[in-house]
């Protein structure tokens, strides 16, 4: 009578592997008397800060932020001044 498939009849498998017949080894024996246990949870996550309001703009924010743009080099200062008009501060 045969339980398993050949590939699964592998000599020296131990642990948690079923056992389907055969000799019993010490590492079989061992590996019955011990499972194996889960190991330790991972760490959790760290909290991400929520995303900023966008419908909530004060005007000292959208100052600050054509400022950085500014600075950067990303707008030219013609262009900050347009965008300052445009946004009302």
């Not at 419908?55 to 054509?66: H, K, S, W």
């Not at 400022?67 to 501060?89: C, K, N, S």
């Amino acid at each position: 009578m045969l339980l398993a498939p050949r590939r699964l009849q592998r000599h020296g498998m131990t642990g948690a592997v079923p056992y389907y017949g055969g000799r019993l080894t010490p590492a079989h024996i061992y590996g019955i008397q011990h499972p194996a246990r889960p190991g330790p949870p991972p760490p959790a996550a760290p909290a991400s800060p929520p995303p900023p309001l966008r419908n909530q703009r004060t005007p000292q924010a959208v100052l600050e932020a054509l400022t950085y743009l500014r600075d950067t080099g990303v707008i030219t200062p013609r262009e900050f001044a347009d965008l300052r008009t445009r946004a009302g501060v």
